[in-house]
Every structure is written in C-alpha cells, then in structure tokens.
C-alpha cells in the first residue's frame, strides 16, 4: 500500500497509473482537471484513461 491513489490506465497497454507518474496537471476548457503521466510501460507520456 502506498496511498498513492490510481489515476487510470495508459490508453496504449492499459497500465495502471499512480500521482508518481503524473508530470503536469492542467486545467481543460470545460473546467475539470486533465492529467499527463510517463507510462512506465511505453516510457512515452499519455493521458490516463478511467
Ligand atoms: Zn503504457
């Protein structure tokens, strides 16, 4: 247990991804909070999926 919440999966190998992961929080047009995390997989930069 690492109280590390999940945050989604990588799109590209379904991965599950942790905030160690996350590089940049911003905030998205319609105002909810958009996510790029470093897969560790793909070692590529994606957007978690739910
Ligand atoms: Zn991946």
Redesign the pocket.
Known sequence: MTGDPPLGS?P????GLSGAHVLVEYEKEDGTTGIWAE?P??D?V?SPQE
Not at 12 to 15: D, M, P
Request: charged share 30%.
């Open positions: 990588c590209k190998c379904g991965e897969c997989i793909c590529e994606v």
